[in-house]
């Protein structure tokens, strides 16, 4: 009986530290396991996913844009999608020889009001996800700046902003799972490289940005941007993933593709 109660006891305190609690009163962790591979599971972007480009209050572009995909603009309406010269007249979508896809406005006709309100509540959900995941494997990395470094799948979490100067390397295989919690802004300086190794997929790194992400010109960035402010591409910045900004998106002869 004694042996018992040791056991117990010791089960409830590694439970405790683990972030559950028998009685409901202690920290839960929320951060699932990827069932596929290593790291945390991955978010769900819901309908969000099918943009490539999706944003709250605008988009715009100067220069020579390509975007590869779908982009997606709720509550502010298709005026607000400058430097695409879209086609008219609009019905649930416009067109640009700058997108390979469609242009999608929440004053464009049924169903596309709708269809982006579920998106943007999807991006929004996501963001959350991403942002109330507990138990990191690393936090305050490099003091928030990631120069040089490979990292593997994993949950990391800075109180701060992350700065790429020039270089960062993902490593792991085709279903590792990424997750960057980050309090202030992300900053790519000009010509940095996020390089994906070991079969490494964009659309398994996720980057939650609580401030703006700024991505340097010419830089070639990977992974999918969930952004409470501003996404900003300075000229030539490219990015295989998707920008979802609760604001705005801004482009200058950006190339972005679908991941």
Known sequence: MKRFTILLASLAVLSTACGSNPTGTGPVLNNPPNPNGLGPAALNLGTAGDY????????????????????????????????????????????????????????????????????VLNMQAAYTDAAGRTSPTATELGAGNIQGMTLVAGLYKWGTGVSIPSAVTLSGGANDVWIFQIAQNLTVGNAAIVTLSGGAQAKNVFWQVAGQATLGTTSNFKGIILSKTLIAFNTGASITGRALAQTAVTLDATAITNP
């Not at 007249?89 to 309100?117: C, E, G, I, M």
Request: net charge positive; proline share 6%; hydrophobic share 45%.
């Open 52 to 119: 490539v480009i999706l944003a709250k209050s605008g988009v715009s572009t100067t220069g020579v844009t390509v975007v590869v995909g779908d982009i997606g603009l709720s509550p502010a309406a298709a005026s607000y999608v400058t430097g695409f010269a879209l086609s008219s007249p609009a019905t649930t979508f416009t067109t640009s020889d700058q997108v390979t896809r469609k242009v999608w406005a929440s004053n464009y006709a049924v169903p596309t009001p709708a269809n982006l309100t579920t998106a």
